[in-house]
């Protein structure tokens, strides 16, 4: 069912023009938006008032982990960390191992929740549950798409919990590629062997798809691959084939040296930045020098605000690695960029958020930087449209029952709590 917004100031999200229209978004994956001059009698849409409004392309998450959204508020861990490694061993890797099924579930209803309240109308998500793999990325896929979020997933395959843990992943991702559209996840070089690395490549060839994985985030992964395979990260993985894919997606790269750089700017890859995650780790800031244009936003499982996570990148950032108002608003729509280069489904112009944005000050084409960056919040998001459908009307999400999922999420998170304490 298509959905007609009328009397809406639509902002163009690559030209930034400003035009007073009505809109028709067309439903389902592959369809776009028309803009009309006269309001049309319909039947059976829906119709939204967009008076005083303004209508921009809804957003997207370079980078998510919705299986930390039953993390909020738990307790300290048995130990704490006195570094990253420390970091994932007590905190992620406990909680990961911990997931089952309900749990999967859960976090990806609350995170679904989150985003789409957020104006974020598609997730590429990176999931990890060692001990309940086989089924998962369907479960996260099915829970996405009843709140009515696109998505791109992956299963994050590695060595740390044994080899058939390892295949198990392997074959998760093969069986769910097979029906939906996927990328090969993988955690870092540092817990990927060769073999794995060389199926996890072999397995992306064989799907048309690419790797998405994490890469320096911190000092140690560069490390361990100088020490055990002789060579820096990015070299292992460009000659393993990583680099060869244009859907590859490589999350943080902080500590690379010049040469690395060069090496990634000159192949098809593309970079996610996830700026909070990386201050709240204390491993480092991100740095595009030398990396090339391929860069785009995501948040790391820290929330689902990629509004926020914008800001983030312009105020960490200005000074460190000089980034300008223009740039921190291409590398939030990079992520758009990158699924139209790749073929992939599910985010086209009929994803459209709807902003109740008042401004004291007058708001334009020529100014439009300087609300992206100090007036624009999520909190301004009215309405949200996924693939021609109304998903969230007057703040609230309408597909689901917020109530229910969220009370079935705190059992949830109470049960995975007391799990990871007895681990």
Not at 111 to 126: M, P, S, Y
Not at 253 to 258: A, K, M, S
């Amino acid at each position: 069912m298509a959905v007609l917004l009328t009397n809406g100031t639509y902002i163009d999200p690559v030209t930034l023009s400003f035009t007073r229209t009505h809109i028709l978004a067309g439903e389902g994956a592959e369809e776009g938006i028309s803009f009309l001059d006269e309001i049309p009698v319909v039947n059976n849409h829906p119709v939204l008032d967009c008076s005083g409004r303004y209508i921009t392309q809804a957003f997207a998450n370079g980078h998510h982990h919705a299986y930390s959204a039953l993390a909020r508020g738990m307790r300290a861990p048995r130990k704490t960390p006195a570094d990253f490694n420390e970091i994932l061993q007590y905190i992620w890797w406990t909680l990961d191992k911990s997931l089952d099924e309900d749990m999967i579930r859960s976090s990806a209803l609350v995170t679904a929740l989150a985003c789409a309240k957020n104006g974020v109308t598609f997730v590429i998500d990176h999931h990890a549950s060692p001990f309940a793999v086989e089924g998962s990325l369907e479960i996260i896929a099915e829970a996405f798409e009843s709140v009515g979020l696109g998505h791109l997933l992956c299963y994050e395959i590695s060595d740390r919990d044994g080899m058939e843990i390892a295949r198990k992943g392997l074959r998760e991702t093969e069986t769910y590629l097979s029906r939906r559209q996927g990328l090969i996840g993988l955690h870092a070089s540092f817990t990927v062997g060769n073999e794995t690395l060389r199926q996890a490549v072999d397995l992306a060839r064989q799907m048309n798809s690419g790797i998405h994985m994490h890469v320096a985030e911190d000092i140690s992964d560069e490390n361990h691959c100088l020490e055990n395979y002789h060579t820096w990260v990015i070299d292992r993985l460009a000659q393993a084939g990583v680099l060869d894919f244009p859907k590859t997606i490589l999350a943080h790269c902080l500590h690379l040296d010049e040469y690395e750089r060069r090496q990634l700017s000159g192949s098809p890859v593309w970079v996610v930045q996830n700026m909070e995650s990386n201050l709240n780790n204390s491993v480092g800031l991100f740095n595009s020098k030398g990396l090339g244009d391929r860069i785009m936003f995501g948040t790391d499982g820290m929330h689902s605000d990629m509004l926020r996570s914008a800001k983030a990148a312009f105020f960490s950032g200005k000074n460190h690695e000089n980034i300008d108002y223009a740039e921190t608003y291409r590398r939030f729509r990079n992520v758009g960029n990158y699924l139209k280069e790749n073929g992939f489904t599910g985010y086209r112009e009929n994803n459209l958020v709807v902003i109740d944005y008042d401004s004291p000050t007058p708001f334009n084409q020529e100014n439009f930087y300087g609300h992206f960056l100090f007036g624009l919040e999520s909190k301004h998001i009215q309405h949200v449209i996924a693939q021609g459908k109304l998903i969230v009307r007057n703040g609230q999400v309408i597909t689901v029952n917020e109530g229910e999922i969220l009370e079935e999420a705190r059992r949830q998170a109470d049960r995975l709590w007391k799990k990871m304490q007895q681990s």
